[in-house]
């Protein structure tokens, strides 16, 4: 599976970005799909996911309240708003399918098919 992601950029803090992951002629839906971000000298950092077995959603503390998850099977694409962005949002964002369809979590083992990294900056 060949993921497409976009919707990187230099954005100030407070703003708002919008993401997305697709993957074209990829039956999509029923995936577990992860979103991660990695900071400069940072792990990579599970931030919200789908499971592919029931839809529920999960989000890290750290985006809880500010990042949604959205999906559009018709379209094979998922999507990442990212609102009242602050300066510790910044890294480079990726998606990826998880290897199993039963529940998503924030360990990147569990993912496979990863999109190319996207950078964020949140800067004034």
């Known amino acids: 599976v060949q993921l497409q992601a976009s919707g990187g950029g230099l954005v100030q803090p407070g703003g708002s970005l919008r993401f997305s992951c697709a993957a074209p002629?990829?039956?999509?839906?029923?995936?577990?799909i992860g979103w991660f971000r990695q900071a400069p000298g940072k792990e990579r950092e599970g931030i919200s996911c789908i499971s592919g077995i029931n839809g529920r959603k999960q989000y890290a503390d750290s985006v809880k309240g500010r990042f949604t998850f959205s999906k559009d099977n018709a379209m094979n694409t998922v999507f990442l708003q990212m609102n009242s962005l602050v300066v510790d949002d910044t890294a480079v964002y990726y998606c990826?399918?998880?290897?199993?369809?039963?529940?998503?979590?924030?360990?990147?083992?569990?993912?496979?098919?990863w999109g190319r990294g996207t950078q964020v900056t949140v800067s004034s």
């Open positions: 002629g990829y039956p999509f839906g029923r995936d577990t």
């Open positions: 990826a399918t998880g290897k199993t369809r039963f529940g998503c979590s924030f360990v990147p083992s569990d993912y496979e098919n």
